[in-house]
């Protein structure tokens, strides 16, 4: 058990892996074995994981369950892994995750399965390997990796368009992901120049020692590399304006490709913001605060108005997602305990509950290849249980109270009523003020919005007569589905009523990060003058409190 | 008697001798008009290759590697041939380059009916040329043996005598080649009339500083600048990359291949060579200089690229872009103002023209592969459905593929990141940023050939058999791509050590 716990990261990560390349060798006629197969190591793997929850030191802090072994030691690279309580929740949200995108896979695939659950699987290695990396380089590979399976995952078994999508998602990517590598390289570069001694990889380091560092040169230097990184997760996320790839991939990949996607892709991105540029680069997080804040806000509203004109109902979905995403985003980015702490929430909530939503689309799409909204109506007289699942996670999704869309969306409300006044722009001629107060009150807007095209959705599929007869045949789900969707209700009540655990687990990361944060406030951003703001508007510079 | 050579001279360039005398006995039995004989050409050809390496392999093995950096060991010939750490690596790169040029030849030349014992000496004359390049240490023997090398390659690009765009190519390649030879030659006389020597060494310790302060200082430029220019030819970096997409399209394929890995190793080897040794003071000047070519080369590769239907000339601009971020490493050796900064450009130099060498002869061994009766298998749609046509060699293209794209878990990866990081090293970050942005723009095309192997059906069901040869190539390529993709160590450390034998002096 103390070998198994000291492995764990790496046991899990690399078990679909090791299941794929066994499966590489089972002849491709035999569809069953590759069905049943790649479940039962997608399940063997969650269960292997579910130790970490219980394991995990949520009162001890710092990263936990760490192996390091020399990997490259003539450029400093370590396989070096272990999580906090950030991470763990990711992992264990992507091992869930991946069960139900297998399963929900079984009656969906019948053109070349073997492919098929051999890329899952091995997408399902790289996504883990990004969340327990602690080692730049290792990051970096998984990070880039994983976009090769899933531009097959899109590009075989999507829809029509399927190859501009694949396409788009993949350059779209890549090209955040190489600037990212720069920002990579400047630090790597830097790190021994701070320190003298020998240059390293390691993230924890870079945390350490580039973190609490205020000289001119690497306050100066801290604004590109966040730039940097800016451009590589913003694109992942999706904030507004890197989004349009988003809708193309979602609205093109197969089910599990779109559960997966929404439920882990994106929330790389986020990642990404929380882990690296917020403890390695806090002055520059603070010098690009207001425009963080009001891409995520445009994003909260832009998402939420656009979903509610789609005609399509996984296109309706997709843009949601960029509108909840901006949600995590400015929770991430009111720098306080409870605004991270309720985005980092935010970010499982929406791996649940839009993962679902793509599941039910896909259940419907396989039911009438179709999903133009206008099509259905009706349909809760006829598929009962769909109805009731979709309605419960439409709540969810929604934000009543009782499910965990609520707790994120509220904990993150609170986080940014809180965010200093001063963080804002002042538009120039009018001289009216933007900032403060003002993110969070567009933020509740956009959850208003969220209940509308939500809501209306449901009303126009499930309610109302069911006057086309291509309806009136459909099927209610059978249990392999009613499977794949009962676990997400529950972890979904789970959050809603007692979200006491996960807080818990949340608690040290992030109260240690906004220490991170505050500990530089004597720095840049204090000393900030309106003339150092970025060209075009004018910062108020943060106000005192 | 005042011998003419030494004993310890002539044991520097034992392996050249091997490779030479190789090349003369492939010549003789090219005459025999015994079918039987001809057979073991291409035997005898990896043989010959085999076993240079070997001769070669001794120097370090005996020596080790820090030895070779003592001059008395290592400079011959009145300071014109250099056997050191840098050139042992290099020269095992052209060696490998040529094996695996051998290896996928055979079948080629059997469909093109152009078999002939002399096609495998003229490559080995070739690597003779290219070796003595790596080693060279004086102007006079640079501008010989690249001769050497490009005499050999016009004649093997022209080696398909029937075929009209073979034809074409060659005398493109020769015509555009001669004046290139023309400009590296001037270029060289204006530095002999400068400096008042030819040696790599002494222009790089004294006559450089002394000829850039005095009246003659323009024409010691100018004299820069038409080297730079004539190399810039041979590897086919823009401007002067005209040549490069019809000689590599109308070339015999695996010629194409070796052209585009030996042919532009060596000549980046000895690009090296000179800007690192003799032109080093002058970096502020040349840097820039070089940073045009290489900004040009990757964006216009790159975007000719993506235009191409070709296999073959799609991947001749994939390498003019190439060519430009191997250059990001030269300029980092000109931009950089310490040691560190530039040793680690010279090894991304060196890292990445041996992982191009596999990587790239993997890829044409594909196209190779695809050679059958009446299908050329250049045009990208002969790859329509290969993974179900070949799954194993599909999945090698795929490989390779990445790789040029530079995706991590591939060797690309660790040679781009050598690149690029010695620019943001070196304190060049634009050109890091123009190079990681075509990076991802090249995706675009590698990614179609992949489309087509896995996406689209095939228009021919039947299923390719690589030939014995190509299966061996195809396989060490592949093991060689990943291998070093996931534990890189032993060649970086390699790469190391080759290189301190560049960084003599700070500037």
Known sequence: MEWYQSHILTIVTFLPLLGALGLLFVNKDNTRVFIQGATAIAFVDFLLSLPLFFWYDAGRGGFQFTERLSWIPAIGVDYYVGIDGISLLLMLLTTFLGVIAILSSWAAIKDRVKEYYIIMLALQTGMLGVFIALDFFLFYVFWEVMLVPMYFLIGIWGGPRKLYAAIKFFLYTLLGSVLMLLGILALYFYYPRVTGGAATFDITEFIRVLGPLRNPEWLEMQKWVFLAFFVGFAIKVPMFPFHTWLPDAHVEAPTAGSVILAGVLLKMGTYGFVRFSLPMLPEATKYYLPWMLALAVIGIVYGALVAMVQKDWKKLVAYSSVSHLGFCMLGIFALNEAGIRGGVLQMINHGLSTGALFLLVGLIYERRHTRMIAEFGGLSKQMPVYATLFMIITMSSIGLPTLNGFIGEFTILVGAFTIPSGYGFTIPGVNWFIGGKFWAVAAVLGIVLGAAYMLWLYQRTMFGKLDNPENAKLQDLNGREILTLVPIVAVCFWIGLYPKPLFDILQRPVAELVQRLEAGDSGMAGDATPSAAPAGMASGGPAPQ | ?507
């Not at chain 2, 034992?14 to 005398?21: K, M, R, Y």
């Not at chain 2, 006559?207 to 009246?215: D, E, I, S, T």
């Not at chain 2, 040349?286 to 590769?301: D, E």
């Not at chain 2, 070196?426 to 723009?441: F, G």
Request: net charge positive.
């Open chain 2, 1 to 507: 008697m005042i011998p003419i050579f030494d004993a310890n001279e002539i044991r520097l360039i034992s392996p050249e001798i091997v490779l030479t005398a190789s090349a003369f006995l492939l010549l003789w039995l090219a005459t025999l008009k015994d079918a039987a004989v001809r057979r073991f050409v291409p035997g005898l050809a990896l043989l010959a290759c085999a076993a240079t390496l070997g001769a070669l392999l001794a120097f370090p093995a005996h020596l080790g590697l820090a030895a070779l950096r003592a001059p008395s060991l290592t400079i011959g010939f009145n300071g014109m041939f250099i056997l050191d750490a840098w050139s042992i690596f290099a020269k095992v790169i052209f060696l490998l380059g040529a094996m695996l040029t051998i290896l996928i030849s055979r079948r080629y030349l059997e469909e093109e009916r152009a078999q002939g014992a002399e096609y495998y000496a003229l490559i080995l004359f070739a690597v003779v040329g290219m070796m003595f390049l790596a080693s060279a240490g004086d102007f006079v023997a640079i501008f010989v043996a690249l001769e050497t090398m490009a005499l050999s390659f016009y004649i093997l690009v022209g080696f398909l005598k029937t075929n009209r765009k073979s034809n074409e190519a060659a005398l493109k390649y020769f015509l555009l080649g001669s004046f290139s030879t023309g400009l590296l030659l001037y270029g060289i006389s204006l530095v002999y009339g400068t400096t008042g020597t030819t040696n790599l060494g002494l222009i790089g310790m004294t006559r450089a500083q002394q000829a850039m302060n005095v009246a003659g200082a323009p024409f010691f430029f100018l004299g820069v600048i038409l080297v730079t220019v004539g190399l810039a030819f041979k590897i086919a970096a823009v401007p002067f990359h005209m040549w490069a997409p019809d000689a590599y399209e109308g070339a015999p394929t695996p010629i194409t291949a070796f052209l585009s890995t030996g042919s532009k190793a060596a000549a980046f080897v000895v690009l090296a060579r000179i800007f690192a040794i003799s032109f080093l003071k002058l970096g502020d000047h040349w840097a820039p200089l070089l940073s045009i070519l290489a900004v040009a080369s990757m964006t216009l590769g790159n975007v000719a690229a993506i235009l191409q239907d070709n296999v073959k000339r799609m991947l001749a601009y994939s390498s003019i872009s190439h060519a430009g971020y191997l250059l990001m490493g030269v300029i980092a050796v000109g931009v950089g103002t310490t040691v560190e900064e530039r040793e680690f450009g010279l090894q991304g130099v060196l890292l990445y023209l041996l992982i191009y060498t596999f990587v790239n002869i993997g890829a044409f061994a594909l196209v190779i592969m695809l050679r059958r009766d009446q299908v050329v298998g250049d045009r990208v749609v002969d790859f329509a459905g290969l993974s179900r046509r070949a799954p194993l060699p599909a999945f090698a293209m795929l490989v390779f593929m990445l790789s040029l794209a530079g995706i991590p878990s591939t060797a690309g990866f660790v040679g781009k990141w050598f690149l690029f990081g010695a620019v943001v090293k070196a304190h060049a970050p634009w050109l890091a940023v123009v190079a990681v942005v075509n990076s991802a723009i090249s995706l675009y095309y590698y990614i179609r050939i992949v489309v087509m192997m896995y996406i689209r059906d095939p228009e021919d069901e039947r299923r390719v058999v690589p030939s014995r040869g190509q299966t061996v190539a195809i396989a060490a390529c592949v093991v060689f791509t990943i291998a070093v993709g996931l534990y890189p160590q032993p060649v970086i450390a390699l790469a190391k050590e080759s290189i301190l034998s560049l960084t003599p002096w700070s500037p």
